[in-house]
């Protein structure tokens, strides 16, 4: 399990490669990639930047991702979210589950990837074109 808060984000192909190598029962690897959109609305972005509490929010990313991988039995999990500014197209979030089968992969992907939005201490301000604005997480 890897869990990752910074400016940069890891090679997406290398995290593939080591979740394959931690386990030889391994039948399915899925991956959510979040990008910065270049809308809001009717606005257009410019940017997003992001802040997270540096010692809690890689601390709360552990414990949901150790809490996902139980409840479905998943074999290994990666979740890395970028802080900074973060240009339109650009990556911002990494979550990939390796599983046996691929419906527990595909049911905690999901169940990770919400509650990394809902949950983890990560703070997003949105830059458009008519001002700036902190976008709260959904619940």
């Known amino acids: 399990m890897k869990v990752k808060v910074s400016p940069e984000l890891d090679d997406l192909q290398s995290l593939i490669d080591q979740l394959k190598k931690s386990s ?9 990639v979040g990008t910065v959109r270049g809308t809001f609305r009717d606005e257009k972005v410019l940017r997003l ?35 900074g500014k973060v240009e339109v197209g650009e990556d911002v979030m990494y979550v990939l589950v390796a599983s046996k089968h691929r419906k527990e992969a595909f049911q905690a992907l999901t169940e990770l990837v919400d ?20 976008v709260e997480n959904p619940k």
């Open 115 to 134: 509650r990394i939005k809902t949950e983890t201490p990560i703070w997003k301000k949105e830059i458009t074109e008519k001002g700036a604005h902190w």
């Open 24 to 32: 030889r029962e391994i039948g399915a690897i899925a991956v959510f």
């Open 49 to 83: 930047e992001y802040e997270a509490h540096e010692t809690l929010a890689p601390k709360v990313l552990e414990e949901i991702t150790a809490d996902v991988k139980k409840k479905y039995g998943i074999i290994d999990a990666v979740a890395e979210h970028r802080t």
